[in-house]
């Protein structure tokens, strides 16, 4: 199958089918293999190969992911161990990694064959949790049990030990997981082009209450105190450790750990710029106005201006 194969990963609830038989459709019209994670066969026609999903990436040349940000990020983690080109078809909401829309999927499919894209590499959280090794694209995060107090943590980078958190949460990410979690908890916007990990911490009631920029090149280390309440640790939004009282997080940057298909990075960069207006970070009027269609842009010099 090497050579000719697609893996496919889908968004969890959501309803693929129509996406899903554009796609068979192409394969079959360019003879390739399509490969589907087990779970998923049920989702799939009967001419879809399933496979466990710790072979899908080692098996296939590229990976289509169908869904939003998050699907995407469980394919560029299910391939860390072996990056390959990830093509994200867009059924989420608000996503900053996801391109393509589905009536755009023929065209790309077939530009993915003829490899007439780009590479956008990107960056991961290699950590240890407690002796378990995981990655994370977005962040990693300890976050307290509801009602149970809060997380009682120290910082140490490098070996030093730089002060201590008590708050909701501490969320460690990297600069395209700094418009999520970290975002939300007071973090600043990493441009995606910075090599860098922020440490944000969420509601603060003492010790460190501001974010942590630092280098790529350097190792943090987060131990929770003996006093601290049950901690639950979350991969990319997802819980990956049950809540408990003792332990340690050790994060380290990874370069070049995911590959995302490109085929007009600037207009994925319009999209973006638009998307982060939502992040209260506004456009100038005339910005705005070239980002709409251009149809509309003819009606919006036609109109009067306002009184």
């Known amino acids: 199958m090497r050579g000719s194969g697609r893996g496919r990963v889908l968004h969890p609830p959501r309803e693929v089918t129509e996406v899903v038989g554009i796609i068979e459709r192409w394969a079959t019209r360019h003879h390739k293999t399509l490969m589907v994670r087990e779970e998923d066969q049920h989702r799939v026609s009967s001419c879809i190969v399933p496979v466990p999903a710790d072979e899908v990436a080692a098996r296939a040349d590229a990976l289509i992911s169908i869904g939003g940000d998050g699907t995407m990020l469980g394919a560029l ?4 161990l072996d990056p390959k080109p ?3 078809v867009h059924l989420g909401r608000v996503g900053f990694l996801v391109e393509i829309e589905p009536p755009e999927l023929p065209e790309a499919l077939s530009r993915l064959l003829s490899k007439e894209f780009t590479v956008e590499s990107h960056a991961c959280l290699a950590c240890d949790v407690c002796g378990d090794d ?21 910082l140490a980078i ?3 030990q730089y002060g201590y958190y008590r708050c909701d949460a501490v969320v460690v990410s990297t600069p395209i997981g700094s418009t999520a979690y970290s975002y939300a908890a007071g973090g600043p916007l ?6 860098s990990m922020v440490v ?12 942590v920029v630092l280098s790529p090149d350097e190792k943090i280390r987060l131990e929770l105190e003996p006093d601290s309440s049950p901690v639950v640790v979350e991969m990319d939004g997802l819980v990956f450790r049950d809540p408990a009282t003792e332990g340690a997080v ?9 590959l995302v298909v490109r085929f007009d990075p600037l207009r994925y960069q319009e999209r973006n710029q638009l998307k982060m207006t939502l992040l209260d970070l506004p456009f100038l009027p005339e910005q705005l106005r070239e980002l709409l269609p251009e149809e509309l842009r003819r009606t919006q010099r036609e109109l009067p201006p306002p009184c």
Do not use: K, W
């Open 77 to 80: 983690r299910s391939a860390v």
């Open 86 to 88: 990830v093509l994200g």
């Open 134 to 154: 995981v990655v994370a694209f977005n962040d990693i995060a300890l976050v307290r049990q509801p009602g149970s107090g809060f997380v009682n943590a120290t």
């Open 158 to 160: 490098d070996g030093q």
């Open 190 to 195: 990493i441009s995606p082009a910075a090599d």
């Open 200 to 211: 944000t911490p969420s509601a603060p009631m003492a010790g460190i209450s501001r974010s």
């Open 250 to 258: 050790e994060i380290r940057y990874r370069r070049n750990a995911g």
